[in-house]
């Protein structure tokens, strides 16, 4: 039996009867009068002998402790209103505990083995992609085999991204503020695959490691290279790809950019579906029945007129009566519905249907700027507009 000093001067036998009566429910006071203990009534079980348990302990052999627990620990067990954490056993040679965070020097140090390990592993994998990302490399893109949409997009990252020395492409996740954004719902790692898969960009292998390690390995964690034929000393060059100049006499490109600007729109408009949804306690997955209704609403609305139906949508079924508010599993089917009847019938009103409004959306996404501003001259018009190839034609010939 382990003695504890405050229990010094009594015998075994005492101790034993001590514990017998604290927990048969004797007063604490009358205990350390009697038993002449000197500490306090909470403390008094705090120098009982402990437990001295089977179980030995893997470090160093010796047989797991276990603290007695209080009167009110032992009164409150299951008690879901009143959670006591269960005393851990413990060594008393070399002060492991029988728990998983053990903090003792000899797990400290295992733990510590365990991350080298780890890493180098980690370091390991991410050399052999590097070798093989090396290995498909198949040199730089010319700009002149750049369209539309590669410029466009292009242009949308690097003004996102470009670090401050311009040597690389932050990763997306660095990026990230509630301030701007690259484009709206997923439309921002969408156009990092699309220019990865066009080899316009290219992972930065030198960061390779450091992703691996923190254990994000996908597009959206990784830094990027420019990889297209430009002189890096040519400060002109890279401006021309961040504020590309396009040439609209060739009808391709004024098809092109109407094509995009409708992918925009279409985008804007189920990212702000999805996100409104949510703010409802709605997981909401768009499917292709989604995209043919944004496709109609699209053919006679503005983007942001478009939104205006999405909120409205949801606000009149969120206001009805608590009684008659629809389950989740249903929401999303009468917010479809509740959509179509405005599709329907304001289809010939054009002009009165009013417009969410949110000039953020515009002034804080970089693929709005680039492609309505900077290419197209629209503006927020962009977003006003209904998407028509003739106001393409007359903004660009101005």
Known sequence: MIIHEKLAHLRPKQIIQLMDEYYAGVRVKKLIEDYKVNCRPNDLHKYFPPIVLDKKCPICGENFLKKRPSKTEIENQGNPYRKIEAKKPYCPSCGHIDDDICECAACVEKRKKEQIKREAELEKMANEIKIELE?????????????????????SLLGYGLSDDANVIKSLSECENSYSCLAEGDMDE?????????????????????????????????????????????????????????????????????????????NDCIAFLVNEMRKKNVEFCPVKKTEILMDSMLKHFSTLQVQY???KS?????????KSKPKRGVFSDIVFSRMECWDSSMTYIES???????????????????????????????????????????????
């Open 309 to 311: 139906i999405i909120y």
């Open 314 to 322: 949801i606000e009149e079924i969120s206001g009805e009566d608590t």
């Open 190 to 266: 969408r156009i990092v695959d699309y220019l990865l898969k066009r080899n316009i960009i290219v992972i930065d292998t030198s960061y390779l490691v450091y992703a691996f390690k923190q254990g994000k390995v996908e597009n959206k964690y990784m830094r990027y290279k420019l990889n297209v034929e430009i002189d890096d000393n040519n400060i002109g060059a890279l401006q021309g790809l961040m504020s590309p100049k396009i040439d609209f006499s060739d009808e391709n490109n004024i098809v092109a950019a109407y094509n995009l600007w409708k992918e925009v729109a279409m």
């Open 352 to 398: 009165e249907l009013p417009e969410y409004r949110d000039r953020k959306k515009f002034l804080n996404n970089n693929l709005h700027g680039v492609l309505f501003s900077k290419v197209l001259g629209l503006g927020d018009k962009g977003l006003r507009c209904v998407v028509n190839i003739e106001i393409v034609r007359e903004s660009v010939r101005k």
């Open 135 to 155: 290995k498909s490399y198949t040199g730089k893109v010319s700009v002149d085999e750049l369209g539309f949409k590669d410029r466009i997009y292009l242009a």
